[in-house]
């Protein structure tokens, strides 16, 4: 990041070269390029490479602090958390285009996709409390937790509640469908935006723009895991739709988010030798 506050060019070269691989991801999909065979292969292949780009950019920048310093376990389980998801969506490939079956819900793939939210909300929710001590957290925490009332309550009233008093969807099945809106919402968005309220206050506007970025990208995740839950529950989630889209840009948000806070380390790294 340079002294005037805009992106590097990594930082650059993460968020358009992510952003247009999703965006072409989806447009050969839309096409029909190949038949539907080869655009679910399309999108699964397309998602998988997107997402792992998003992975790796996030644990390269969690190598770049050095050993013990703040920050570093936290996101190298941010990157983690990705990885795993990664590895559902590679399940998911093989079900869907080797095997040429459609994958179950719930499935082997849930296993790594429920994985990743203990991973990514570690890392979240410690990097947050990093930062106790060094500002009054209060008003940082009332903010956090209104948004997590809010969208809890908005993601109830349109979605769970119809699905929890469906008598034909399963248990399990009922418990993902919770599980993964609101793990969005508690796990992942709400200790997100607590992390840009508390680093707005450390007199260094610097510090908040990766956490921004990640923030921004939960909330895309969020909505996408919202309305995937929504579409399946209805039978109308087919690979490709839109809601692919969303998951792609969402990770690619925030291996941005991890591509400045290198930016931010780097200096400081240099400075010390």
């Known amino acids: 990041m340079t002294a005037t506050g805009t992106f590097s060019r990594r930082t650059w070269a993460v968020l358009v070269l992510?952003?247009?691989?999703?965006?072409?991801?989806?447009?050969?999909?839309?096409?029909?390029?190949?038949?539907?065979?080869?655009?679910?292969?399309?999108?699964?292949?397309?998602?998988?490479?997107?997402?792992?780009?998003?992975?790796?950019?996030?644990?390269?920048?969690?190598?770049?602090?050095?050993?013990?310093?703040?920050?570093?376990?936290?996101?190298l389980a941010i990157g983690a958390g990705i990885t795993l998801y990664v590895l559902g969506d590679l399940v998911w490939t093989y079900i869907e285009v080797v095997q040429g079956l459609e994958p179950?819900?719930?499935?082997?793939?849930?296993?790594?996709?429920?994985?990743?939210?203990?991973?990514?909300?570690?890392?979240?929710?410690?990097?947050?409390?990093?930062?106790?001590?060094?500002?009054?957290?209060?008003?940082?925490?009332?903010?956090?937790?209104?948004?997590?009332?809010?969208?809890?309550?908005?993601?109830?009233?349109?979605?769970?509640?119809?699905?929890?008093?469906?008598?034909?969807?399963?248990?399990?099945?009922?418990?993902?469908?919770?599980?993964?809106?609101l793990g969005d919402v508690l796990l992942l968005l709400a200790p997100a935006v607590f992390i840009v309220l508390v680093v707005a206050q450390l007199g260094r506007g610097a510090l908040a723009v990766p956490w921004r970025l990640v923030v921004a990208g939960l909330a895309i995740l969020a909505v996408a895991d919202s309305v995937y839950q929504w579409m399946e529950w209805q039978g109308t989630y087919q690979t490709g739709s839109i809601v692919d889209l969303g998951w792609m840009i969402g990770y690619v948000l925030l291996a941005a988010g991890?591509?400045?806070?290198?930016?931010?380390?780097?200096?400081?790294?240099?400075?010390?030798?």
């Open 104 to 181: 179950p819900f719930p499935g082997l793939p849930d296993i790594f996709y429920t994985s990743m939210y203990i991973f990514m909300g570690y890392g979240i929710v410690s990097a947050a409390l990093a930062y106790r001590g060094l500002v009054r957290i209060k008003a940082a925490i009332i903010g956090s937790a209104a948004i997590a009332v809010v969208s809890g309550g908005a993601i109830y009233l349109v979605l769970l509640r119809e699905v929890l008093a469906d008598p034909e969807v399963g248990l399990l099945e009922k418990v993902l469908n919770v599980y993964y809106p």
């Open 258 to 273: 991890a591509s400045v806070m290198r930016d931010l380390i780097a200096p400081a790294r240099r400075s010390v030798r």
């Open 18 to 75: 992510g952003l247009a691989g999703a965006l072409a991801v989806q447009i050969l999909v839309a096409t029909g390029i190949g038949g539907e065979r080869a655009s679910i292969a399309i999108s699964d292949l397309g998602g998988v490479a997107v997402i792992g780009m998003a992975a790796a950019v996030t644990i390269r920048t969690a190598l770049r602090f050095g050993k013990g310093e703040p920050l570093q376990k936290q996101w």
